[in-house]
Each structure stands twice: as structure tokens, then as C-alpha cells.
């Protein structure tokens, strides 16, 4: 399957750019890279009726409430652990509220290397069950965090939307060999988040990778969004396998012609059409 053509003059302008690899940046640095970029493609995303910054169990939140909202959805930001923010994913929450018709709680957890594993999850836990949400979702490293999360919370939430997840901290899959060093994200950079979100911790603790887990019966119904053209993609899917040989009702949408970090360029059709779909099934699952 051939890139989607707008995805691919995103790539073009990355390769023209000068500078060292991604994985090579200070991280102050990469992260003003990583909001930039955002700001740039991701636009501003649909007017929503409320929007408010606040905190919930003592964790930074925006929450935005559309007119006919009729459920919480706590959402978790992607960046490795070690970079966005909660304006990172302001226009994909946005849009993800008005299409769900849900309010959505936008958790700017504790990022690394100053504030490494678990405190991430520790926020993510806390916060999603302070403001009693009835989903948890999020992308990349949030993906990773909203899946524990879904662990710890199975018996309050009713769904987990689960986009571009990292499960497992092998980085070995056949996706790596064969797209890395072509689509953004490398093996490189995901080595070097692993790295400063354990900061010496057990990799394969469950905790850190929920593909690990023995046991993932009684979780809550999942949908689970991989790009065809990210190295993520082989976990996403097989934490997808895995949540259904459990027998944890799962929806698994590969979306062709797709990068990674696509989800929250809401600038680009493919962005919007797949958040479309992922809030339709938000919607279905909060009746």
C-alpha cells in the first residue's frame, strides 16, 4: 500500500530538512520541535461550547464539554513519555469530543527523564479516575499508558480506544526491521524514550509493557488504531490479538498509507477520517 499523498509531502519536508537524527536532540529542544510541528499540522480542530484548564487529583487537565456531551472520555497525550503536552493533542481532543459527543478530559501527565516510570501512570491512573471516565484513550506512549490504565480501572470503564499503542519494550518486531529509518519513527528514537522513561526499571514489567501481561481477560471492549507505515504497528496489533484470545471484545482498524503521529495532523483527511471512525465507536460504546 502506497502513502497517503499528503502524509508523504510531510515526510519529504523532514527529509529536506537539515539537522542531527530525532533521537540526537535535547530533549528541551525536541520538545519545542514536537509542539511546533503539531501546530503546524494539526490545526486548531472544531470550536467546542466549554473549555476549561483544571486539575484533577492534582494533575494538570483541559476538559472540553460539547453541547450534548453524555459521557467522559479521558484522553492521554503520545510523545514518548518525554515530550507534548496537553496542547500537543488540543485539536484531535477537540475533534474526538464533537464527534464522540462526549466530553473529553485532556491529561497532562509528568513526562520524563524528570519524572520517570511509573509517575507517568500514576497520573494517568489517578486523574482518569478522578473524573470518572467512562473511556480512556490515547496514542503512542498515551496508547501505552490508557492500556494499563484499562488494566487498573477495568471494572469503571466501559471502552478503551487504543491509537498506535506501544505494548512492548522488545523493540523486535518485524515492523521495526522493515520500516525504520523511512516513516519518522525509528527504532533510534524509541530506544532513547524507553530509556529515559524507565531510567533503570523493568522494561518488561507489565506495567511498561501491557503485552507482557499473563492475563488480560475481564478488560474493557477495545478498539485498537495501527498506522500500516509505523514501526509501532506490529505491537499495536498483537496486543490486539492478545486482548482477543482473552476474549476482551476488539475492534483492530489498520489504517493504509498511514505514519506514525498521523492521528493528531488534523490538517490531513486521512486525520480526520480515522478520528471519524474511532469516535463513532466511542459514541456506540457510550450507548
Known sequence: MSLDAELRLILDGWAALDGPPAHEV???????AHLAETQRLAGEGPAVAHVEDTTAAGV?????????ARGTIAYLHGGGWVLGS???V???CRALGVEAQARVVNIDYRLAPEHPFPAALDDAVDATRAVEA???AGDSAGGNLAAVVARRLKDELKFQLLIYPVTDAGIDTPSYRELDEHFGLT????RRFWTLYLDG???FDPDASPLRL????????AYVLTASHDVLRDEGEAYAAALERAGVPVTLNRVEGAIHGFWRWQTTAISRRAVHEAAAAVRSALG
Open 134 to 136: 467512562d473511556v480512556v
Open 187 to 190: 527504532a533510534a528514537a524509541m
Open 86 to 88: 496537553r496542547e500537543s
Open 90 to 92: 488540543d485539536a484531535v
Open 201 to 203: 526499571a523493568d522494561g
Open 60 to 68: 494538570g487537565v483541559r476538559i472540553y464539554t460539547p453541547e450534548d
Open 214 to 221: 499473563q492475563d488480560l481477560g475481564g478488560l474493557p471492549p
Open 26 to 32: 535535547p530533549v528541551e529542544q525536541a520538545r519545542q
